[in-house]
């Protein structure tokens, strides 16, 4: 009985130390697992921390990297605008010194025609470089691909001049474009907001469009001679046939690039004037008709139909004497007639072609023009004439 109980004692002892032993190694694994779970968390919140600190590095490396490209788009903007203004400074200045007393004291240097103040000149151009979805406006010779304004000019043609000296200066003179350069450039015009479009010689098959081979032939023969004239007041050297020849030329690409809508709009800065020229003659000033020119190029472009807008002191004869058997140029010319006491005394009132649609009107007519615009293409002739005190 004792032995059976002593071995039941042994065993109860040895299940209790077998037990104890699965105890702790249940405990030891629990801990163990614990061990690894808190492991994990602990590396996944360090994890979650590298990656927040990467955000933030990066986060900080990107607002200065954008404030970098800030300052650096605010340096090319202001180099931009620094050449800018040495480019227009160095246009003035290239004509201004040059101009006669009389012209510098006119409010159109000092400001510029139409100019805007400096603020809200550049508020314009932000607006239309957002608009165009441009950064910077081109300045290249070829028109942009968006419609613009295009203007045209060569120094050239301030190479016509007079060469004999008189007491008076000649009205029609290398000053005038300078007066109308250096203003359009105070203003920040040109160069600045509007396309340049460069001058080329016209062709001789060209101006047989509108002129008799008598005119083309005499106007290059000025070329041989250091001084000539057509008339008393119409004078030419020999650069003058050069000179005609570029300004007819970019009369005609400035009609054509404006038709073909290369460009909204357009304004030919040229010398010598064109209007009194007529098929043969060269006169008042005139030896080329740039006017007559561009509307023959509109026409060879595709325009079926041509409005000339003559706005000029003077009648231009020459242009009406060109289109009056032409039945698809409306020529409108507003001028002085003076009961044909002012030059060159045509353009009166009943100078109409009915039959052709033709129109000449003075400023003292009050007769009413009724024709349908929508389907013409405008070139305007402006001639700022130096009168009283006026560019």
Known sequence: MKKVERRKKKE?????????????????????????????????????????ETTQLCDMLAGKKEERSSKRSLLIEKERKLKQGQAVSKFCAKYLHQICGEYKDFGILRHGFLASSSEEADSIQNASLKQNGKSEASCSKTLAPHKSTAVGFDDRMLLHSEVERKSLPHPER???????????????????????????????????????????????????????YFTPDTYANKDSALAARLAAGLCADLASAIYSGRAKNGFALVRPPGHHAGVRQAMGFCLHNNAAIAGSAAQAAGAKKVLI??????????????FEQNKTVLYISLHRHEGGKFYPGTGAAHEVNITLIFFSLSFFTSRRVKWSFHSYIYVIRWDPWVEKGIV
């Open 174 to 228: 290398p000053d005038r474009l300078r007066a109308i350069a250096a203003s359009l450039a105070t203003a920040g015009i040109f160069p600045g907001r509007c396309q340049p479009i460069s001058a080329r010689e016209i062709t001789r098959e060209e101006l047989q469009m509108i002129h008799s081979h008598e005119n083309i032939e005499s106007v290059e023969l000025t070329s041989q001679h250091v001084a000539s």
């Open 309 to 322: 807008v003559d706005w000029d002191v003077h009648h231009g004869n020459g242009t009406q004497e060109i």
């Open 12 to 52: 109860k002892r040895h299940e209790e130390r077998r037990m104890k032993k699965v105890e702790r190694r249940e405990t030891r694994e629990k801990r163990k697992k614990d061990t690894v779970v808190l492991g994990l968390c602990d590396q996944k919140k360090e994890e979650e921390e590298e990656e927040e």
